[in-house]
């Protein structure tokens, strides 16, 4: 990690079956970011980089050993999980599932 916090993990939770999912508020601005700014859900800190502009908004949610980083932008209801890696200016949105040990990344919309 190259700068200061980007987010931190909220109080509030909600489980995914097994899975224990924590909102994500941010602590800085950065592209299209407020701090304050409440984002999606993500299952530990392993699951976003700090580094970069990636974020994960709305109702979408990155679990299990997935990573987004970047400029990576997870939107809508979408879910990243497994050992997915979503990065480089991806972004994944609407209903989307992206699983397994798939790479997003580039400019892939």
Do not use: P
């Not at 800190?45 to 709305?58: K, Q, Y």
């Amino acid at each position: 990690m190259t700068g200061a916090l980007k987010y931190e993990l909220t109080d509030e939770t909600k489980k995914l079956g097994t899975i224990t999912l924590h909102r994500i508020r941010a602590l800085r601005d950065f592209d299209n970011v407020t701090a304050g700014d409440v984002g999606g859900w993500v299952e530990s800190a392993a699951n976003l980089s700090h580094d970069g502009t990636c974020w994960v908004f709305d109702e979408a949610q990155v679990f299990g050993k997935a990573r987004v980083s970047g400029e990576a932008q997870i939107f809508g209801e979408a879910q990243v999980f497994g050992k997915a890696q979503v990065f480089g200016k991806a972004r994944v949105f609407g209903k989307a599932r992206v699983s397994g040990e798939a790479r997003v990344f580039g400019e892939v919309i």
